[in-house]
């Protein structure tokens, strides 16, 4: 895991903090309220495996802005909250595959030279193996042969075991797991091996980007988000960010755009109106992406609808194609929300990524960049951003510390995330 | 929770650590294996609420002598665990009284004096409500009449609601608990308030000391610890300490001496072959205590036979009664396990105390004293001790370090203090 930072709180450098100041306070105050109605939501709608949550804080809102239900990222988490994990994933692992689950299989990325995301699966190897399962990385890759061992820049070793398949099981090497722990996000496609085995794979194949649909999480998420903001009488558009959704895009042909235009110029109009209301002087924008898929290619800004009639082919060529090739004919546009966090001097933008375990919060770190304006995407080709591990692990609320001192931001990023991650569970009831 | 102390580990200070050392080494070694067997015991028979379980490091051999199951000393566990602790509580929770349980009362020790005490009752307050519960102590005074205040050394303040009955439900003033948690031993007596309640007691009244006996709880360890044993292919006394036990004793009238005697005597001949076949060149020892009740008034030390015949009116007087001076009439007569872990200057003898909440190790600490010898017991009438929070939470084993280096020290005493814990939860089963 990352070595722990000293100062891991960035500030949030804005003077619109009067909603979210309010956000705070009843998150706090309603604690166990809280607590209890995810309580009640999870007995009904078990938690995926595991998921990471990215957050933008705004300083008028909080909202999740991607669910990875395959979170890579393993070793950005503080140490000191090791043993957190190791607990949470005992209790994953047993209601996924029940009390008898000994042997399990982690099916990671196919990429072996990104070392960077072989450091997370080999964290994650390592605290599966403390908390007591025999674990072995099993490979997609289609032309490995043999046992493959990497090095990773850490010094750690990493074993890559070809997957094969025996009627209805599969194995890595003589190795025949009793669960299959997909790390993958099945954005190249769903891998036959996998389909139709007789051990549970967790998350299950069809919450891979090959089915799943981000206009679909984010409908669950309104849907979540809505019945929440109830419970605590406040306004959902605090914790969620408008979206809409146009089928059958192609950039290339520039077909769909008149759909994009027409929908990005209503998200504008309705975020400006959420501006007024609440006196929030920025300039709306919105974020189209990829509808399937992982951040990469396909994320772009609109301050206008212009800006979609405006691209020019190079840039029509990097929205045509997700990371992995594959075509893009469905978006997502979604609101933009200010990150008003920063990290030493002004310039620096810090985003939370806040990390779960089954349905419990086990840390997180902030991705920090200081070249980026507020408005850009952290996660996007070719940036560079530090990690800085979260200092408090977001499940200790301190009632005696005010509602935005540390412990209760981060509980208040645990709980945002929390929607997010129970808007994914049902996703995944809803298969 | 207390400060986190500088170098909270104890050395081993013997040469006799041939035994353990291979103890330890198979214990990480095997570790997949014992945590497999973990699991499937758990899901047979679950374990109690919470637990704390006193341990001996004799460096030959390493064994539970005491197993609280209304533990004290929240206040000792490390700060930097807080999170563990609360991740435990919610699933405890969960499994004791299902998903809809929101209210918990806390029923604490009566006494209102022993500020320490206090202080653990208000640490598990507070992790209570971290956890997202609603908690209120609810007091067993009888004289209590409205809600007590009381401010403890730390500035913290507790307050102690009287408990009232309405039919089948108990309630704390106008709060009714979904759940009642006993922190309180019984030692005197079953309250009637709480029995035959429609909520659930956990843990269970019967396993209060106004029923529980040692020696059946030290007969339920013999057969765990025989099975875990067996497993790993070990000698089972490695990790268990002998016992025999004596009924209908009258220390005043020296009624029962001569079944002491008998006892004291062949357990003491037990010990030496044991010691003879591990060439442990110590005198063997043993521990007479109260079959029931806490530790307190009723505890010796015996090197022979004699011992017992010798005890002055003095003695016989600290014997016949337990500190809340009820007649001791059974004796447990355990073998003594040598402390051989020491702290600072070779003087200085620690003891490690494992807690536990559910079947989750979350920590512990050690006590320490530098006064007494290593064959005494710590945890008696009038001593004072130190207590250093463990600096390992006790889950995190590490393949890659020696089998005695500190993670996985403090590992195999998670092991050995779950064992306990395991025939705790037979005894709870066979209720």
């Not at 192609?250 to 990005?264: L, P, S, Y």
């Not at 609101?335 to 840390?363: F, L, Q, R, S």
């Amino acid at each position: 895991m990352a070595t722990h930072p000293a100062h891991p709180v960035p500030h949030l450098t804005t003077a619109l903090t009067g909603p979210l100041h309010q956000l705070e306070t009843v998150i706090i105050e309603r604690q166990a309220l809280i607590e209890s109605w995810f309580r009640c939501q999870w007995h009904t709608t078990p938690a995926p495996f595991y998921a990471s949550v990215d957050l933008r804080n705004a300083g008028f809102k909080i909202a999740p802005v991607d669910t990875n239900l395959f979170p890579a990222g393993f070793n950005n988490l503080n140490p000191a909250f090791e043993a957190l994990c190791i607990q949470a994933i005992q209790l994953a692992v047993e209601k996924s595959g029940g009390p008898t689950t000994d042997r399990i299989v982690i099916v990671p990325e196919s990429h072996t030279r990104n070392l960077y995301y072989l450091e997370s699966v080999r964290v994650l190897r390592d605290l599966i193996d403390k908390a007591g399962f025999e674990v072995r990385i099993g490979s997609l890759i289609p032309d490995l042969e043999g046992p493959m061992s990497i090095e990773l820049n850490s010094g750690e070793k990493l074993e890559l075991v070809p997957l094969s398949r025996e009627e209805n099981a599969v194995r890595a090497g003589e190795f025949v797991p009793d669960l299959v722990l997909l790390n993958n996000d099945l954005s190249a496609g769903l891998p036959a091996i996998l389909e139709g085995l007789e051990q549970p794979v967790v998350p299950p194949l069809a919450l891979g980007w090959s089915t799943r649909l981000k206009s679909v999480h984010f409908g669950y998420y309104q849907q979540v988000a809505g019945e929440f903001a109830e419970r605590l009488d406040i306004d959902p558009w605090l914790i969620d960010p408008l979206f809409r959704n146009c089928g059958e895009i192609d950039f290339m042909k520039r077909e769909g755009t008149a759909c994009m235009q027409i929908n990005v110029d209503a998200l504008l109009r309705q975020i400006q109106r959420k501006y007024d209301e609440y006196g929030v002087d920025s300039k709306p924008f919105v974020i189209i992406k990829a509808d399937k898929g992982t951040y990469g290619m396909g994320v772009m800004t609109a301050h206008s609808a212009e800006d979609v009639l405006e691209l020019n082919r190079k840039e029509r060529t990097r929205m045509a194609t997700t990371k992995e090739g594959q075509k893009i004919t469905k978006v997502i546009i979604q609101e933009g929300v200010y990150t008003h966090e920063t990290w030493g001097d002004a310039n620096t933008v810090a985003e939370p990524v806040v990390y779960m375990i089954g349905n419990n919060v086990v840390g997180g770190f902030y991705r920090v960049h200081d070249k980026r304006a507020t408005f850009e995407n952290l996660n996007a080709p070719g940036m560079r951003f530090e990690r800085l591990a979260f200092d408090e692990c977001c499940i200790t609320p301190d009632k005696h510390q005010s509602p935005d001192a540390h412990p209760n931001r981060f509980y208040t990023y645990g709980v945002i995330a929390r929607l997010a991650l129970l808007a994914a569970a049902r996703e995944k009831a809803n298969l």
